[in-house]
């Protein structure tokens, strides 16, 4: 039998189709890559700009290198636009990581992905709530609850994002999954090497303001020329973790590399499926 032609019923039935697709992959990396530009830069201009202020301590023992708390209060006016231009993004791949991973995951692990989704959410929270507080002390209550919560969720989101790329979603797939697992398991390993030695150099400065040459006698050469204290450890490690964890946000290019948001002027907005 002939197909009957459906008859135009309105202005836009017959007028030409246009339609509108934008990739949300490099959108959402460059929205998260451009966080560790950005503190490099911080960290950089507080350097040179305010050195001694940046690396001044209440402990007599030489420190070298600035904490990110130091850098956030010397470079408050960007690290306030860091930190408020990244929570669209932030939010955006959250909502991105539910639809996903309800999609991909099997149904006993999906809802500890959606978990890991609100997560993110969390975590772009305690940056945001750091950015509009820059100029609190590094020893006030908020600022210490502000870092704990930051860097818990974000070993938490990494850990268990990892392990759900590796055991569920990258197995049996194609190369460009295998990539963003490969660069996955690198972030996870530089952040959870970096985070016990943060704490533990944190620890000893605030308990014993302690350099590491004092903890024997072929490192005492390094505390005369001053080279290592455990602050100037603890601040490095920050920036690492710090980078560590956008970066790892940035690798959602590779699981988002073919979604679009689309216009078309008969269905309006819509969003391409995973």
């Known amino acids: 039998m002939h197909s009957i032609p459906e008859l135009p019923i309105s202005v836009q039935d017959v007028q030409p189709k246009s339609r509108i697709r934008i990739r949300v992959a490099p959108l959402l990396a460059a929205g998260h890559a451009s966080v560790p530009i950005a503190v490099i830069f911080y960290l950089f201009m507080a350097i040179l700009t305010n050195y001694e202020g940046t690396t001044y301590t209440a402990c007599t023992r030489l420190n070298v290198f600035p904490s990110l708390s130091a850098v956030a209060r010397s470079q408050h006016s960007g690290w306030q636009i860091t930190c408020c231009t990244n929570l669209p993004f932030s939010l955006l791949t959250s909502w991105f990581y539910s639809r996903y991973y309800r999609r991909s995951l099997p149904r006993k692990v999906r809802l500890f992905g959606c978990l890991l989704a609100l997560l993110i959410v969390q975590t772009s929270c305690s940056f ?147």
């Open 128 to 274: 945001f709530l750091w950015g509009m507080y820059p100029n609190i002390a590094g020893e006030s209550t908020l600022h210490r609850a502000v870092a704990i919560s930051l860097f818990v969720s974000c070993a938490i989101l990494m850990a268990g994002c990892f392990v759900l790329h590796k055991y569920y979603i990258c197995e049996g797939k194609e190369s460009q999954q295998q990539l963003a697992y490969r660069l996955k398991c690198k972030l996870v390993v530089t952040y959870f090497t970096a985070v016990p030695i943060m704490w533990f150099c944190y620890f000893l400065h605030e308990h014993f303001c302690f350099p590491f040459g004092e903890c024997g006698r072929w490192l005492h050469l390094l505390n005369l020329i001053g080279i290592f204290a455990a602050y100037s450890v603890f601040g490095l490690c920050e920036f690492v973790n710090i980078c560590s964890t956008f970066l790892y946000l940035a690798t959602c290019y590779f699981d988002f590399y073919n979604v679009h948001i689309c216009h078309d002027q008969r269905l309006g907005f819509f969003l391409s499926e995973f």
